[in-house]
């Protein structure tokens, strides 16, 4: 299972074009509200979420977790003690942990990019904290993938299913989509 992480400022691409793609590969993926089923995005577009945090379980069956940036989404998501917990856990079980455009800032400022290569939307690589910033649309470094910004969501989208399904399944997906 995954789960995408919404709090209020979120960016729209940044998180429909992974929860789409995952839902379209067969991956159970579950939206989850920073404080609320009802959230706002960046652009003003409205969301109903399937969760809330206070809902979220951490066990066996979590595989990753989806860290949308946007502003102040990415800071919204930063301050949620549910979001810490998860990311903790994802960091500590092996399980993928997953952040685009402002939302790497998140993993860098606990330390999580120190040694690693990753990318961030352009101004946010000082918050990085030792990482390995490439600047390439998406990274995958172990266990954390991280991209540029919402016009590499859906790179970020097909790099997460070909992570958790497999490259054929993600190719198979970009070529339905009509994706090159």
């Known amino acids: 299972m995954v789960y995408v992480f919404l709090a209020n400022g979120f ?7 992974p929860i789409d793609v995952l839902r379209r590969a ?8 920073i404080g609320s089923n009802n959230i706002t995005a960046a652009h003003g ?3 109903v979420t399937d969760i809330t945090d206070d809902q979220i379980k951490l066990g066996d069956g979590l595989e990753m977790i989806v860290l949308p940036g946007g ?33 790497p800032q998140i993993l860098g400022h ?26 390439e649309p998406v990274v995958c470094d172990g266990n954390i993938i991280t991209a540029k910004g ?8 097909l790099k997460l299913v070909a992570v958790l399904c497999s490259e054929g399944k ?11």
């Open 71 to 103: 502003m102040p989404g990415a800071l919204n998501l930063e301050n949620s003690p549910d979001v810490q917990a998860a990311i903790d856990y994802c960091s500590d079980n092996g399980r993928y942990i997953a952040a685009i455009c402002a939302a």
């Open 170 to 180: 993600a190719a198979a997906l970009a070529a339905s989509l009509q994706f090159k």
């Open 11 to 17: 960016e729209e691409l940044e998180a429909l074009a």
């Open 26 to 33: 067969g991956v159970e993926t579950v939206t989850v509200g």
């Open 110 to 135: 606990k330390g999580l990019l120190r040694g690693k290569y990753c990318t961030c939307f352009p101004g946010f690589e000082k918050e990085l904290d030792g990482a390995k910033h490439t600047g």
């Open 150 to 157: 919402a016009g590499a969501a859906m790179r970020f989208a």
């Open 45 to 47: 577009v409205k969301f």
